[in-house]
Structure formats: structure tokens, C-alpha cells
């Protein structure tokens, strides 16, 4: 999803909030999000943060969180399971989920949408696992022998908070 569709995502959800949301311009003042360059700060989030939180359901309709790492990538959001969790049944039996992500104790980004497995993350093109690596600021989305999954998060809903 290119990142002006992640920002009609932004728009359509805060108009039918009836809200703007809000964004932190380059001077660090707090103003009104209309722009692309909120789903830019959305990536921007998303890749600096060490995680984010993942809510599914379990077989039995009960909640379940588990904290997964998440790179933002030409407005696509990734993010990662170790198979034989609950987070990656969750993942493959329902796909509706919701993550939430803090930065600061201002910025956050609370969405909801579905999911779908990528793949394994060591059978995924060399150049693909380069680009989500070079996405984090510490250069390392996971590392190349890693065992996990990788999967793709498409929101239907997305809210983001920044400040200053």
C-alpha cells in the first residue's frame, strides 16, 4: 500500500470520527493532520519503535496481546511471529486484528484491519529483507537466520496522536 493510500486510511477514519487528528510539524508544534506527511510520521513511528502490540482473538472468542516487532516499509506495514505462538495461530486462523504503538508518551497509533502471512522471514528475497532491515534506525528488522514469519497488516481504521 503506497503511503497516500495509508493516508486515505488516516482521513477517511478521522472524518468519520468527525476529528482531524493531529500531528507534529517540523518546529514541533502540534497542529491539524490533513497531508501525506501524516502516513509519513506513521512510518516514521512505526519504524522507530522497538514494537508494538498485536491483539487477535483466540479459538475461543477470548482476547489475546502479544508484543511483535513491526517496520513500516513504502507505507506497507510488516511485522513479525514466531510460528507455534499463540500470536501466529491467532494470526492464520483470523485475520482481523488491532495494534497499537507509542513512541513518546504523546505520539501513538492505535489501528485496526486484517492480516496476511508473507511468508518465512529466511525464505524472503535478500533484497526485501535488506529493505525492512535499512527501514529500522538500528539498521536490524530481524536478523537473517531468524525462524519467524513475516506478515503484511492492511488497516481499515487508523488513528495517530502526535506531540511535541
Not at 38 to 59: K, P, Y
Not at 69 to 82: H, K, N, P, Q, S
Not at 122 to 142: H, I, W, Y
Not at 143 to 153: A, M, Q
Amino acid at each position: 500500500m503506497p503511503l497516500t493510500e495509508l493516508q486515505s486510511v488516516i482521513a477517511s477514519t478521522r472524518a468519520a470520527a468527525n476529528s482531524p487528528g493531529l500531528i507534529r510539524s517540523e518546529s514541533g508544534e502540534v497542529r491539524s493532520a490533513t497531508t501525506v506527511a501524516d502516513a509519513m510520521w506513521t512510518s516514521d513511528l512505526l519504524n522507530e519503535c522497538w514494537g508494538i502490540t498485536v491483539a487477535t482473538t483466540r479459538d475461543d472468542g477470548t482476547p489475546h496481546a502479544a508484543v511483535s516487532f513491526a517496520a513500516c516499509l513504502d507505507g506497507t506495514i510488516y511485522l513479525a511471529a514466531r510460528p507455534r505462538t499463540a500470536l501466529a495461530h491467532n494470526l492464520s486462523a483470523r485475520p482481523d486484528v488491532a495494534i497499537t504503538c507509542l513512541g513518546t508518551p504523546m505520539d501513538s497509533l492505535m489501528a485496526a484491519g486484517v492480516i496476511d502471512v508473507v511468508g518465512a522471514w529466511v525464505d524472503q528475497d535478500q533484497s526485501f529483507r535488506e529493505s525492512l532491515n535499512a527501514a529500522k534506525p538500528t539498521g536490524t528488522f530481524m536478523t537473517s537466520d531468524w525462524p519467524g514469519l513475516i506478515y503484511r497488516f492492511t488497516p481499515h481504521r487508523l488513528w495517530t496522536i502526535a506531540g511535541s
